[in-house]
């Protein structure tokens, strides 16, 4: 009787060890990737920036028709205060809606992602 009280433990220990053990290894982690001008800012700030009188190459405005002209910009951090309508700026896009919160937060993680081209 009292080896089959041991044998008894013993197997339910093991039962409750082996299925413990074995659950919740099949999750995979993707990394994030990272943003960059070609594939994530560059449609947007064409789109919605780049353009005669607003800020197309040679612009007083401040260019972002190319990459250099556009992380340059970033940098000053006036463009994510400019898209997020903050006070002491000038909200853009001028004269037409804010950016929807999708574009807005991908031009986020192209600056916070270091702009990669």
Do not use: R
Not at 35 to 45: E, R, V
Not at 51 to 76: E, L, M, R, T
């Amino acid at each position: 009787m009292k080896n089959l009280k041991f044998y008894t433990f013993v197997l339910l220990t093991s039962t409750i060890v082996l299925f413990t053990a074995c659950g919740g290894d099949d999750e995979t982690v993707t990394p994030d990737p990272k943003a960059t001008y070609t594939a994530d800012a560059k449609s947007i700030l064409n789109a919605s920036c780049n353009f005669s009188g607003c800020h197309n190459i040679g612009s007083a405005n401040g260019s972002i028709g190319n990459y250099a002209d556009a992380k340059a910009f970033a940098q000053g951090n006036e463009l994510l205060k400019a898209i997020n309508h903050e006070d002491g700026v000038t909200a853009m896009p001028q004269g037409t809606n804010k950016l929807s919160d999708a574009k807005i937060a991908s031009l986020e993680k192209w600056v916070a992602d270091g702009y990669l081209e």
